[in-house]
C-alpha cells in the first residue's frame, strides 16, 4: 500500500527525491532544467532531423562531418 501511495503521488516522490539529494542540490538541478529549456536552440523536431541527417551520413560511409546548411530540417526557418 505504501509503495502505492508513493509511486501515484507525484508531489510524494518529488519530496523524497529532493531530501535524498538534498534540497540545494535539487533547486539547482531544477533550475537548470528551466534555464535548459528556455534557452534551447532548436526545436525537438529540428533536433531529431539533424541527428538523423548525422546518422545516416555516418551510414553511407560518410566520416566527414556535415555542413550546418545540411543539418537543417527541411521546412525548417534558421
Known amino acids: 500500500m505504501l509503495l502505492f501511495r508513493l509511486l501515484f503521488s507525484p508531489v510524494k516522490v518529488v519530496l523524497l527525491v529532493a531530501r535524498i539529494m ?4 535539487f533547486v539547482v538541478f531544477l533550475l537548470g532544467v528551466g534555464v535548459g529549456l ?8 529540428e533536433m531529431r ?24 530540417a527541411p521546412g525548417a526557418s534558421g
Request: avoid cysteine; charge should be neutral.
Open 22 to 25: 538534498g534540497y540545494n542540490r
Open 49 to 72: 532531423a539533424r541527428l538523423r541527417a548525422q546518422i545516416e551520413a555516418r551510414m553511407d560511409g560518410s566520416s566527414e562531418p556535415l555542413a550546418p546548411a545540411d543539418l537543417v
Open 38 to 45: 528556455l534557452v534551447a536552440p532548436t526545436t525537438g523536431a
